[in-house]
Nanobody, 123 residues
Framework: QVQLVESGGGLVQAGGSLRLSCAAS????????MAWFRQAPGKERDFVAA????????YYADSVKGRFTISRNNAKNTVYLQMNSLKREDTAVYYCAADEESVGPAPYEYEYWGQGTQVTVSS
C-alpha cells in the first residue's frame, strides 16, 4: 500500500505560479512511477505530467508543456509539480497518482491516488 497526500493548492491570479507537493508513505517510494492528473467540474480526469521512478524521464500533456515541471525527491518521498504562467483553464482539483510500472496518460493505469488539492486561477 502507498498513501499519497497532496498539498500546495490554492487561489492564484492568472500568470502566477504554484508548487504542488505529494508526500508518499508506505511502500518504497523510489520504486514507483508518479503522475499528476487534474479534474475540472463536470469533466473527466486528465493527465498532466508523469515521472519515472528514477526521475530520469518526464512526460507532459501538451496543454502544460513548457509551463509545468514535474520532479521528485526520493530521499523525501515527495513528488512536486511546479506550475508557472497559470491560466484560468488550469483551474481543477489536482491529484497525485502512483504505480510501479506505468507512466501512461490514462487514470486506470495507476494503482494509488491521493485525495486531491484544489487549484483555482482567477483572471
Amino acid at each position: 500500500q502507498v498513501q499519497l497526500v497532496e498539498s500546495g493548492g490554492g487561489l492564484v491570479q492568472a500568470g502566477g505560479s504554484l508548487r504542488l507537493s505529494c508526500a508518499a508513505s508506505g511502500r518504497t517510494f523510489s520504486s514507483y512511477c508518479m503522475a499528476w492528473f487534474r479534474q475540472a467540474p463536470g469533466k473527466e480526469r486528465d493527465f498532466v505530467a508523469a515521472i519515472t521512478w528514477s526521475g530520469g524521464s518526464t512526460y507532459y500533456a501538451d496543454s502544460v508543456k513548457g509551463r509545468f515541471t514535474i520532479s521528485r525527491n526520493n530521499a523525501k518521498n515527495t513528488v512536486y509539480l511546479q506550475m508557472n504562467s497559470l491560466k484560468r483553464e488550469d483551474t481543477a482539483v489536482y491529484y497525485c497518482a502512483a504505480d510501479e510500472e506505468s507512466v501512461g496518460p490514462a487514470p486506470y493505469e495507476y494503482e494509488y491516488w491521493g485525495q486531491g488539492t484544489q487549484v483555482t486561477v482567477s483572471s
